[in-house]
C-alpha cells in the first residue's frame, strides 16, 4: 500500500514563504505523477502543481510564479516551495500519487496565512 506523508504546513505571514513535503513509502519514479492540490471549507479540491516521472511539470494559474514544485527522487520526496504567500492561499494541502490508474493521497497539511 503506497503511503504519502506531508509535512511543513503551518502559519505564514502574507508576503512569507513555507515548503511542504511529500514523502512516499516507495521510489517515486515508479508513478507517473504526484503532485499537489489544497481545498478549503466549502470549495472543491483544486489543483494546484504536478511533475511527472519525465520531470514534466505543470502549476495552476493561480500559483504560477510563487509555488514551485520539485523532487528528489533519492529520497523519494516531492516538495512544494510556496512563496509570496497570499491569504488565498490558506487550505489543507494534499499531496497526491498516480500509477496503474490508482490516485494516492496524503493525510493533508494545513497551511494558514494570516496577518
Known amino acids: 500500500q503506497v503511503q504519502l506523508v506531508e509535512s511543513g504546513g503551518g502559519l505564514a505571514q502574507p508576503g512569507g514563504s513555507l515548503r511542504l513535503s511529500c514523502a512516499a513509502s516507495?521510489?517515486?519514479?515508479?508513478?507517473?505523477?504526484m503532485g499537489w492540490y489544497r481545498q478549503t471549507p466549502g470549495k472543491g479540491r483544486e489543483f494546484i502543481a504536478r511533475?511527472?516521472?519525465?520531470?514534466?511539470?505543470s502549476h495552476a494559474e493561480s500559483v504560477k510564479g510563487r509555488f514551485t514544485i520539485s523532487r528528489d527522487n533519492a529520497i523519494n520526496t516531492v516538495y512544494l516551495q510556496m512563496n509570496s504567500l497570499k491569504l488565498e492561499d490558506t487550505a489543507a494541502y494534499y499531496c497526491?500519487?498516480?500509477?496503474?490508474?490508482?490516485?494516492?493521497w496524503g493525510q493533508g497539511t494545513q497551511v494558514t496565512v494570516s496577518s
Open positions: 497526491f500519487a498516480r500509477k496503474s490508474g490508482a490516485t494516492y
Open positions: 511533475i511527472s516521472s519525465s520531470g514534466i511539470i
Open positions: 516507495e521510489g517515486i519514479f515508479s508513478f507517473t505523477t
